[in-house]
């Protein structure tokens, strides 16, 4: 698991085993940092900005200081890299990605994220793909909504079925069924199809 700027773990898996997605057995130089500088400790359930300071840590981005001082940080000596992605660390070192900072929802004062409900979602049967970002909500500041393909599935058993998976401010509260999940050639995620698809739904009244 890493990116560009520096790799930050591992997870190995077999044919026929079951899978934890978004595990990772983190590097011995991976750590996970608060928003002012302070390491997460192992175990304590806090969530922060996942590091890598690895010895291949780039020097900077060409031309673009503020992106390189946001992403590229020293702290107590050691350069990290920060790419965006968010986590914890589990007692046993277990390195657990919650997702991208930049797609985090904050409904109610409580922050999701996106990639946690997509894998839920994406274990209710009959569905195929899906993809979840936030909406605005006049209550909550926004809410959160899913575009899913699938073929034989509700928004009703969506929402039973990820209730047993998800605390009740993760669960998808806006869905719209889909043909096929909007993404591109290289199949990450088009947020502004699948938000427009999720506007148009609404207008209908879905």
């Not at 200081?65 to 046993?92: H, L």
């Not at 993404?183 to 995620?189: A, E, S």
Request: proline share 5%.
């Amino acid at each position: 698991m890493g990116s560009t700027e520096g790799g930050m773990g591992v997870n190995v898996t077999r044919r026929g085993e079951s899978v934890d997605t978004g595990q990772f057995l983190a590097s011995n130089t991976t750590k996970v940092f608060t928003d002012d500088g302070r390491e997460v400790q192992p175990g304590s359930g806090e969530v922060g900005m996942i590091a890598s300071g690895s010895a291949t840590v780039p020097v900077g981005y060409y031309k673009d200081p503020e992106k390189s001082a946001r992403t590229f940080r020293e702290i107590e000596g050691v350069r990290y890299s920060f790419p965006g992605d968010w986590g914890r660390i589990e007692a046993d070192g277990t390195l657990v990605v919650l997702g991208r900072g930049s797609q985090c929802i904050n409904t109610g004062g409580e922050k999701v994220f996106p990639e946690e409900v997509e894998e839920a979602v994406k274990l209710v049967p009959g569905v195929e793909d899906c993809l979840v970002m936030g909406v605005p909500d006049e209550r909550f500041g926004q809410r959160v909504a899913a575009v899913v393909a699938g073929a034989d599935v509700s928004p009703e058993v969506i929402i039973e079925t990820t209730k047993g998976r998800l605390s009740g401010y993760k669960v998808p509260r806006t869905i719209c069924i889909v043909d096929t999940v909007p993404r591109f050639d290289n199949g990450k995620p088009d947020y502004r199809a699948a938000a427009d698809l999720i506007a148009q739904s609404l207008r209908a009244g879905d």
